[in-house]
């Protein structure tokens, strides 16, 4: 168990809909990151946050969404979806703002688009 | 672009067989980790390199940090089924506080 907690696990939804994906960090975690993987592929940075902030950005699209609350769990918010937006999503929180620590990883929300 | 480029994507070997994993840039990360991923799971940290030319075994895993701090490989010595999984390259790039992955080795180890 990573102490990484993300709920629902499984999600089913329509093209045009709108889903919320959420994660709560390990205890004393101040960072989460938000990653997109698909079939057979590595995993794609979409976004940081901080302490409650945004830190850095990758290639999260327009229709995407994140925020960090100050209970530091965090929420991404899928707009608009695509069948192409079916993928697994993970999040990871870390103790501080980069440096080399560890990141612990959650056990994903596995999107399905139908 | 890709920052972290993993090779190979995909390895198929027999069980007490040696392999190699390799992850390049053309950026310095002031360090890289290497991860270990199951089916339906989240990655699992393996290692941490940090210093330039640093070398860190794990068992039979062996991780080295290259000099100019712009890749990093992976050498897997008698390789068993359990080996089995999607190893992944991680680092920050510098001045950034991303962590990005690489694509990604998919090892199969055959008994």
């Known amino acids: 168990d990573s102490g990484v907690t993300q709920t629902p696990k499984h999600l089913i939804t329509a093209t045009g809909q709108r889903v919320t994906l959420r994660c709560s960090p390990r205890s004393g975690d101040l960072s989460v990151y938000w990653y997109q993987q698909s079939l057979d592929q590595g995993l794609q940075f979409l976004i940081q946050?901080?302490?409650?902030?945004?830190?850095a950005k990758g290639n999260i699209l327009e229709r995407f969404s994140a925020q960090q609350f100050p209970d530091l769990h965090s929420e991404l918010n899928l707009s608009s979806l695509e069948l192409g937006d079916s993928a697994l999503y993970f999040c990871a929180s870390r103790t501080g703002d980069g440096g080399n620590t560890e990141a612990f990883f959650g056990q994903g929300t596995r999107l399905t688009v139908v | 672009t890709q920052l972290l480029e993993q090779s190979p994507q995909f390895l198929s070997i027999q069980e007490g067989e040696n392999l190699t994993v390799y992850c390049n840039s053309s950026s310095v990360f002031s360090s890289l980790q290497w991860y270990r991923q199951e089916p339906g799971e989240g990655p699992v940290l393996l290692v941490t390199v940090v210093t330039g030319g640093e070398v860190k075994k794990l068992k039979r895993l062996t991780f080295q940090f290259g000099d100019a701090r712009k890749d990093s490989s992976l050498h897997i010595t008698a390789a068993q089924p359990g080996d089995t999984g999607l190893y992944l390259c991680?680092?920050?790039?510098?001045?950034?506080?991303?962590?990005?992955f690489g694509q990604g080795t998919t090892l199969q180890v055959k008994p």
């Open positions: 946050y901080y302490n409650g902030e945004e830190r």
């Open positions: 991680a680092g920050a790039p510098r001045n950034t506080g991303k962590l990005i």
